[in-house]
T-cell receptor, first 114, second 113 residues
């Protein structure tokens, strides 16, 4: 049973398109996150969501928007894709988002923008 | 601003040899510190974490790490490396009690037979 799953695993698309990446966790956690890992393997948090409230919104472009239909899902929608958006995007979850917790990561979605 | 530095980009060790991966952090308060491992093409898995108490923490897969406040370090160690340990290792600090993990740039570990 996969704890945190993401779809698709790979996504190749053209500049200017709009795409979504889905994330689901079956751990019963309250907080979910999105991270971006660039080509140099540098990981940076993008968003976290707790009870449908955005807790952290780092300096990401507003073309990126997290959408949470329910507590178990946090999807990442990206408008007007740019070349620089090519990266691996990781979803994660933790029990409450208080900081002392383990975050459980999904396998990642490899996005390539052409 | 909080930051994490992993000075070694790539380390190669022989199987059976000991390992130490360095991590230094910059954070004003008592940090929550983590080590995660990323196998090729995979997500991240927690190896161990430090919040308070004993400064030597044990993790999974035989790893341990020692928190040294005076050196702002949280180095990861393993006495005997196995070939399956080849992966990317990330040190992270949690800043602000909101789950905001700040990661170092990672250290790639290669293991020679």
């Amino acid at each position: 049973d996969t704890a945190v799953s993401q779809t698709p695993k790979y996504l190749v698309t053209q500049m200017g398109n709009d795409k979504s990446i889905k994330c689901e966790q079956n751990l019963g956690h309250d907080t979910m996150y999105w991270y971006k890992q660039d080509s140099k393997k540098f990981l940076k948090i993008m968003f976290s969501y707790n009870n449908k409230e955005l807790i952290i919104n780092e300096t990401v472009p507003n073309r990126f928007s997290p959408k949470s239909p329910d507590k178990a899902h946090l999807n990442l929608h990206i408008n007007s894709l740019e070349l620089g958006d090519s990266a691996v995007y990781f979803c994660a979850s933790s029990l409450e988002g208080t900081g002392q917790e383990t975050q459980y990561f999904g396998p990642g979605t490899r996005l390539l923008v052409l | 601003a909080q930051s994490v530095t992993q000075p070694d980009i790539h380390i190669t060790v022989s199987e059976g040899a000991s390992l130490e991966l360095r991590c230094n952090y910059s954070y004003g308060a008592t940090p929550y510190l983590f080590w995660y491992v990323q196998s090729p093409g995979q997500g991240l898995q927690l190896l161990l974490k430090y919040f308070s108490g004993d400064t030597l923490v044990q993790g999974i897969k035989g790893f341990e790490a020692e928190f040294k406040r005076s050196q702002s370090s949280f180095n990861l160690r393993k006495p005997s490396v196995h070939w399956s340990d080849a992966a990317e290792y990330f040190c992270a600090v949690e800043a602000g009690s909101q789950g905001n993990l700040i990661f170092g740039k990672g250290t790639k570990l290669s293991v020679k037979p």
